[in-house]
């Protein structure tokens, strides 16, 4: 399977800041890599599909980037609500995986 | 607006079963595939289970291979997850997920708990 490893495990910020998150995979997942971000005790949302597509209804803050087996993902300018973890998750092949997570903490 | 909404979780003993549900509404369920994730407390999330729009192909992740189920009654908007042979590591919140792209997750249930403990 694909092991999708996402750096640093925590970022420490202040709102206003920008926040770039890693994620490197294994292997070639090509631009099949989406980004969630979860808060404490709710579900994950969707940001950014197929590595730079944004979802429905997320802020231009949220971009995605890359290609191949290195990602980023860069939170602009932070907001208050955007302290929370973010994972990183392949499509490329089966098993699906997700990255082990980044905290972006203030 | 997408509503996903699972139930069916609880607490199981070892070797049990659990059939988890998830109704969903607010789009054309028969048109989507759909997914099981799963998070163990104070872990990272785990895909389980896809099942295509029309029932037709389902993929399993391999720590749930021949122990879980995933089918879905497209006349009731409805998915499942039967959860047979269960074990003390099957224990985490389970949620439900609206494909998209075949394979990434665009909408969330909020998700049901399901502990295995005897």
């Known amino acids: 399977e694909i092991v999708l490893t996402q750096s640093p495990a925590t970022l420490s910020l202040s709102p206003g800041e920008r926040a770039t998150l890693s994620c490197r995979a294994s292997q070639s997942v090509s631009s099949y890599l989406a980004w969630y971000q979860q808060k404490p005790g709710q579900a994950p949302r969707l940001l950014i599909y197929?590595?730079?597509n944004r979802a429905t209804g997320i802020p231009a803050r949220f971009s995605g980037s890359g290609s191949g087996t290195d990602f980023t993902l860069t939170i602009s300018s932070l907001e208050p609500e955007d302290f929370a973890v973010y994972y990183c998750q392949q499509r490329n092949t089966w098993p699906l995986t997700f990255g082990g997570g980044t905290e972006v903490e203030i | 607006q997408v509503q996903l909404v699972e139930s069916g979780g609880g607490v199981v003993q070892p070797g049990g079963s659990l059939r988890l549900s998830c109704s969903a509404s607010g789009f054309t369920f028969s048109d989507y595939g759909m997914h099981w994730v799963r998070q163990a407390s104070g872990k990272g999330l785990e895909w389980v289970a896809f099942i295509r729009y029309d029932g037709n192909n389902q993929y399993y992740a391999d720590s749930v291979k021949g122990r879980f189920t995933i089918s879905r009654d497209n006349s009731k908007n409805t998915l499942y997850l039967q959860m047979d042979t269960m074990r003390a590591e099957d224990t985490a919140v389970y949620y439900c997920?609206?494909?998209?792209?075949?394979?990434?997750?665009?909408?969330w249930g909020q998700g049901t708990l399901v502990t295995v403990s005897s």
């Open positions: 997920a609206k494909a998209i792209m075949t394979a990434h997750f665009q909408y």
């Open positions: 197929d590595a730079s």
